[in-house]
Protein backbone atom coordinates (compact mmCIF):
# COMPACT_ATOMS: atom_id res chain seq x y z
CA UNK A 1 0.00 0.00 0.00
CA UNK A 2 2.47 2.62 0.73
CA UNK A 3 4.57 2.12 -2.63
CA UNK A 4 1.11 2.40 -4.22
CA UNK A 5 0.21 5.59 -2.52
CA UNK A 6 4.00 7.02 -3.62
CA UNK A 7 3.47 6.31 -6.99
CA UNK A 8 0.30 8.02 -7.01
CA UNK A 9 1.42 10.97 -5.10
CA UNK A 10 4.60 11.73 -7.77
CA UNK A 11 2.09 11.31 -10.67
CA UNK A 12 -0.57 13.62 -8.32
CA UNK A 13 2.22 16.03 -8.29
CA UNK A 14 3.44 16.10 -11.68
CA UNK A 15 -0.01 16.94 -12.96
CA UNK A 16 -0.69 19.43 -10.57
CA UNK A 17 3.01 20.77 -11.67
CA UNK A 18 1.42 20.94 -15.15
CA UNK A 19 -1.67 23.37 -14.10
CA UNK A 20 -0.91 26.77 -15.80
CA UNK A 21 -0.62 29.84 -13.73
CA UNK A 22 -3.21 32.57 -12.76
CA UNK A 23 -2.78 35.12 -15.81
CA UNK A 24 -3.63 38.74 -14.76
CA UNK A 25 -3.21 41.29 -17.02
CA UNK A 26 -2.00 44.66 -15.33
CA UNK A 27 -1.61 48.47 -16.68
CA UNK A 28 2.14 49.35 -17.26
CA UNK A 29 1.92 51.92 -14.80
CA UNK A 30 1.09 50.01 -12.42
CA UNK A 31 4.35 48.51 -12.63
CA UNK A 32 6.06 50.11 -9.62
CA UNK A 33 3.36 49.29 -7.85
CA UNK A 34 3.96 47.16 -4.64
CA UNK A 35 0.50 45.26 -5.51
CA UNK A 36 2.59 43.80 -8.62
CA UNK A 37 5.58 43.01 -6.71
CA UNK A 38 2.91 40.76 -4.08
CA UNK A 39 0.73 39.21 -7.22
CA UNK A 40 4.46 37.71 -8.44
CA UNK A 41 5.15 36.65 -4.60
CA UNK A 42 1.25 34.76 -4.99
CA UNK A 43 2.58 33.20 -8.13
CA UNK A 44 0.55 34.87 -10.83
CA UNK A 45 1.53 35.22 -14.33
CA UNK A 46 2.19 38.91 -15.04
CA UNK A 47 1.21 40.47 -18.40
CA UNK A 48 2.19 44.16 -18.16
CA UNK A 49 0.44 46.56 -21.22
CA UNK A 50 -1.32 49.59 -21.99
CA UNK A 51 -4.65 49.51 -20.28
CA UNK A 52 -7.18 51.92 -22.01
CA UNK A 53 -9.68 51.10 -18.83
CA UNK A 54 -8.65 49.85 -15.43
CA UNK A 55 -5.69 48.75 -13.58
CA UNK A 56 -6.60 45.25 -13.41
CA UNK A 57 -8.05 42.41 -15.60
CA UNK A 58 -8.29 38.96 -14.30
CA UNK A 59 -10.70 36.35 -15.55
CA UNK A 60 -12.82 39.33 -17.28
CA UNK A 61 -13.59 41.67 -14.31
CA UNK A 62 -11.91 44.55 -14.51
CA UNK A 63 -10.26 46.33 -11.28
CA UNK A 64 -9.78 50.30 -10.50
CA UNK A 65 -7.43 50.69 -7.56
CA UNK A 66 -7.31 53.75 -5.61
CA UNK A 67 -5.13 54.70 -2.57
CA UNK A 68 -6.51 56.72 -0.21
CA UNK A 69 -5.04 59.72 -1.62
CA UNK A 70 -5.50 58.81 -5.40
CA UNK A 71 -9.29 58.25 -4.34
CA UNK A 72 -9.74 61.83 -2.62
CA UNK A 73 -7.89 63.87 -5.45
CA UNK A 74 -8.70 61.91 -8.66
CA UNK A 75 -12.80 62.80 -6.68
CA UNK A 76 -11.71 66.37 -6.17
CA UNK A 77 -10.43 67.03 -9.63
CA UNK A 78 -13.24 64.86 -11.87
CA UNK A 79 -11.11 62.48 -12.93
CA UNK A 80 -12.51 59.59 -11.17
CA UNK A 81 -16.08 60.43 -12.78
CA UNK A 82 -14.44 59.35 -16.28
CA UNK A 83 -12.36 56.55 -15.21
CA UNK A 84 -16.29 54.92 -13.26
CA UNK A 85 -18.12 55.64 -17.02
CA UNK A 86 -15.39 53.66 -18.63
CA UNK A 87 -15.38 50.89 -16.09
CA UNK A 88 -19.17 50.07 -16.61
CA UNK A 89 -18.13 49.39 -19.97
CA UNK A 90 -17.48 45.91 -18.37
CA UNK A 91 -19.92 43.87 -17.47
CA UNK A 92 -17.91 42.78 -14.17
CA UNK A 93 -16.15 45.24 -12.56
CA UNK A 94 -14.86 46.76 -9.11
CA UNK A 95 -13.14 49.67 -7.54
CA UNK A 96 -10.60 48.93 -4.76
CA UNK A 97 -9.53 51.98 -1.94
CA UNK A 98 -6.68 50.58 -0.66
CA UNK A 99 -4.79 52.32 2.17
CA UNK A 100 -7.57 52.57 4.92
CA UNK A 101 -5.31 50.85 7.92
CA UNK A 102 -2.43 53.56 6.94
CA UNK A 103 -5.04 56.42 6.56
CA UNK A 104 -8.35 57.77 7.27
CA UNK A 105 -10.85 58.42 4.39
CA UNK A 106 -12.93 61.01 6.46
CA UNK A 107 -10.37 62.60 8.45
CA UNK A 108 -10.44 66.20 7.02
CA UNK A 109 -6.84 66.97 8.03
CA UNK A 110 -5.60 64.63 5.63
CA UNK A 111 -7.63 65.87 2.71
CA UNK A 112 -8.00 69.45 3.14
CA UNK A 113 -10.96 70.98 1.52
CA UNK A 114 -12.64 67.66 1.47
CA UNK A 115 -15.64 67.13 3.76
CA UNK A 116 -16.19 63.89 5.50
CA UNK A 117 -19.85 63.90 4.01
CA UNK A 118 -19.04 64.45 0.45
CA UNK A 119 -16.69 61.27 0.43
CA UNK A 120 -20.08 59.36 1.83
CA UNK A 121 -22.32 60.81 -0.94
CA UNK A 122 -19.89 59.77 -3.44
CA UNK A 123 -19.36 56.39 -2.31
CA UNK A 124 -23.25 56.04 -2.25
CA UNK A 125 -22.87 57.26 -5.85
CA UNK A 126 -20.65 54.80 -7.03
CA UNK A 127 -22.37 52.29 -5.24
CA UNK A 128 -26.17 53.30 -6.52
CA UNK A 129 -25.78 55.07 -9.27
CA UNK A 130 -22.67 53.47 -11.36
CA UNK A 131 -23.42 49.93 -9.90
CA UNK A 132 -19.85 49.33 -9.21
CA UNK A 133 -18.44 47.74 -6.09
CA UNK A 134 -15.96 49.02 -3.86
CA UNK A 135 -13.74 46.94 -1.45
CA UNK A 136 -11.50 48.58 1.07
CA UNK A 137 -7.93 47.01 1.24
CA UNK A 138 -5.85 47.58 4.40
CA UNK A 139 -2.74 47.72 1.91
CA UNK A 140 -0.99 46.56 -1.41
CA UNK A 141 -0.52 42.73 0.35
CA UNK A 142 -4.15 42.76 1.19
CA UNK A 143 -4.90 44.37 -2.18
CA UNK A 144 -3.09 41.11 -3.78
CA UNK A 145 -4.94 38.56 -1.50
CA UNK A 146 -8.46 40.18 -2.86
CA UNK A 147 -7.27 39.72 -6.28
CA UNK A 148 -5.96 36.04 -5.76
CA UNK A 149 -9.41 34.66 -4.27
CA UNK A 150 -10.91 36.60 -7.33
CA UNK A 151 -8.52 34.26 -9.51
CA UNK A 152 -9.94 31.25 -7.89
CA UNK A 153 -13.96 31.76 -8.62
CA UNK A 154 -15.27 30.12 -11.83
CA UNK A 155 -16.15 32.13 -15.18
CA UNK A 156 -19.62 32.42 -16.28
CA UNK A 157 -20.17 30.61 -19.15
CA UNK A 158 -21.88 33.50 -21.43
CA UNK A 159 -25.54 32.28 -22.70
CA UNK A 160 -26.34 31.69 -25.86
CA UNK A 161 -29.65 32.22 -26.18
CA UNK A 162 -29.30 36.17 -24.63
CA UNK A 163 -31.34 38.83 -26.87
CA UNK A 164 -30.59 42.28 -27.30
CA UNK A 165 -32.51 44.22 -25.48
CA UNK A 166 -35.40 46.50 -27.48
CA UNK A 167 -35.04 50.24 -26.67
CA UNK A 168 -37.98 53.03 -27.91
CA UNK A 169 -37.45 56.09 -29.68
CA UNK A 170 -35.78 57.96 -26.68
CA UNK A 171 -33.34 55.33 -25.40
CA UNK A 172 -31.83 55.16 -28.92
CA UNK A 173 -31.63 58.52 -29.31
CA UNK A 174 -29.80 58.89 -25.86
CA UNK A 175 -27.66 55.86 -26.52
CA UNK A 176 -26.19 57.65 -29.70
CA UNK A 177 -25.78 60.69 -27.65
CA UNK A 178 -23.72 58.47 -24.56
CA UNK A 179 -21.45 56.73 -27.61
CA UNK A 180 -19.50 59.98 -27.90
CA UNK A 181 -16.40 59.82 -24.94
CA UNK A 182 -17.28 61.25 -21.81
CA UNK A 183 -20.99 61.79 -22.90
CA UNK A 184 -23.37 59.34 -19.63
CA UNK A 185 -26.61 59.15 -19.47
CA UNK A 186 -27.34 62.44 -17.44
CA UNK A 187 -25.93 64.59 -20.08
CA UNK A 188 -26.70 62.86 -23.01
CA UNK A 189 -30.91 63.71 -21.73
CA UNK A 190 -29.49 67.16 -21.07
CA UNK A 191 -28.72 67.20 -24.29
CA UNK A 192 -31.69 65.92 -25.64
CA UNK A 193 -34.17 67.89 -23.68
CA UNK A 194 -32.35 71.29 -24.64
CA UNK A 195 -32.03 70.71 -28.61
CA UNK A 196 -34.81 67.77 -29.05
CA UNK A 197 -33.34 66.19 -31.51
CA UNK A 198 -29.71 64.78 -32.21
CA UNK A 199 -28.87 66.81 -35.41
CA UNK A 200 -29.55 69.98 -33.24
CA UNK A 201 -26.98 68.90 -31.28
CA UNK A 202 -24.72 67.48 -34.09
CA UNK A 203 -25.31 71.34 -35.55
CA UNK A 204 -25.19 73.44 -32.31
CA UNK A 205 -22.30 76.10 -31.72
CA UNK A 206 -19.78 74.99 -29.47
CA UNK A 207 -20.69 78.47 -27.41
CA UNK A 208 -24.57 76.56 -26.92
CA UNK A 209 -23.30 73.50 -25.89
CA UNK A 210 -20.91 74.71 -23.73
CA UNK A 211 -24.05 76.39 -21.57
CA UNK A 212 -25.31 72.83 -21.07
CA UNK A 213 -22.26 70.56 -20.14
CA UNK A 214 -19.38 72.33 -20.05
CA UNK A 215 -16.07 71.75 -21.20
CA UNK A 216 -17.78 67.76 -22.53
CA UNK A 217 -18.62 70.02 -25.47
CA UNK A 218 -15.53 69.67 -26.87
CA UNK A 219 -15.61 65.71 -27.84
CA UNK A 220 -18.59 66.97 -30.64
CA UNK A 221 -16.40 68.42 -32.34
CA UNK A 222 -15.00 65.31 -33.57
CA UNK A 223 -18.30 65.88 -36.29
CA UNK A 224 -16.12 68.60 -37.95
CA UNK A 225 -12.33 66.43 -38.43
CA UNK A 226 -11.72 64.25 -41.60
CA UNK A 227 -11.15 60.82 -41.42
Request: positive net charge; without cysteine; aromatic residues 8%.
Amino acid sequence: MKEIFNIFSKKHERIKNQEPKPKIIIDYREKNSLVASELIKLDFEIEFKELKVADYIIKGIAIERKTVNDFTSSMKNGHLINQLEELKQYENKLLIIEGIDEQELYNEDNHPGMNPNSIRGFLLSILLKHKIPVIYTKNSEDTAKFIQVISRKKERETPLNITKKSLNKKEQMQFIIESFPGIGPTTAKKLLKEFKTIQNIINAPQEELKKVIGKKADIFKIVEDNY
